[in-house]
């Protein structure tokens, strides 16, 4: 009777495993827990006096940046566009080269183990420079001005954007692409009818969320002579024009707030 499905006997290894999976999930909690820990006391996040005594000097610039002086707000017509168009022509670059980088990434596509390795080096080293550096070496090779930093935004995206494109490939659904093998279609015929119109609908998704944060980071890259609206608040910044400073970085806040609500309905547009 003990070996009868549904007997003490029968669930008892179930129950084990069960249990064993509660404490390895704790386990690996509490140990991330004691990483964060580590993490925030060596920056100082749990010093709460240093925290403390920093509060009235927050304040005293926050009054001194009260009230907003929009004084200036048609010159930033012209940088907001720059920054604007810097973020689409960015998004635009990278999405343009991780197409094929990817397809070279993802382990179901990649023409050799080699060529995986070397697109995924790639992609990792792009991804690993800030666009802040990359801003400031291509400034000094091409000049001041919106190009440098739409070629930083570009090329950085493509490590970040490439990697997402490849993750979306290797999740594609096998059996289409048996079929299109079967049928006697080329490796390119197999990518082109088969995996490709899988993937289009995350490539775009994907393709919307950089855009996204894209602007946001142009606002920052002209803080490095790349131009955009950056390039405005750092001069306020430079002369201490504090109310000038917190007006720019509301007329930001709007535009970031529209580009979120634009990309929103982009991303449901390709669902």
């Not at 100082?44 to 240093?50: A, F, M, R, S, Y």
């Not at 570009?154 to 954007?161: A, K, Y």
Request: aromatic share 8%; glycine share 8%.
């Amino acid at each position: 009777m003990s070996t009868l499905s549904g007997s003490p006997l029968s669930t008892q290894p179930v129950l084990d495993e069960y249990s064993h999976a509660r404490k390895r999930t704790l386990t690996q909690l509490l140990i991330i827990i004691a990483i964060v820990g580590a993490a925030c006391w060596h920056v100082g996040l749990l010093d709460l006096t240093t925290l403390l005594d920093g509060v009235p000097a927050i304040a005293t610039l926050l009054g001194e940046s009260m009230p907003p002086d929009f004084a200036n707000a048609a010159s930033w017509l012209d940088p907001l566009i720059d920054t604007l168009a810097m973020s689409i022509a960015g998004t635009a670059v990278a999405v343009l080269f991780s197409v094929p980088v990817a397809f070279l990434a993802a382990r179901n596509t990649s023409p050799h183990p080699l060529v995986f390795q070397a697109a995924r080096v790639l992609l990792n080293g792009l991804r690993s420079v800030p666009e802040l550096i990359m801003g400031i070496i291509f400034v000094a090779a091409v000049g001041f001005g919106a190009l440098p930093g739409v070629l930083a935004l570009g090329l950085h995206s493509i490590g970040m954007v490439g990697k997402f494109f490849a993750e979306a490939i290797e999740h594609v659904d096998e059996a289409p692409v048996e079929a299109a093998r079967a049928s006697g279609a080329s490796p390119m015929q197999v990518l082109y009818h088969a995996v490709l119109p899988q993937v289009l609908p995350q490539f775009a998704d994907t393709a919307v969320y950089r855009w996204e944060y894209n602007f946001r980071a142009s606002t920052v890259m002209g803080m490095v002579g790349a131009g955009g609206i950056g390039f405005e608040l750092m001069g306020s910044l430079r002369i201490m024009q504090y109310q000038e400073v917190s007006a720019i970085l509301l007329v930001i806040l709007v535009m970031v707030t529209i580009v979120d609500g634009l990309s929103g309905r982009l991303r449901k547009s390709f669902k």
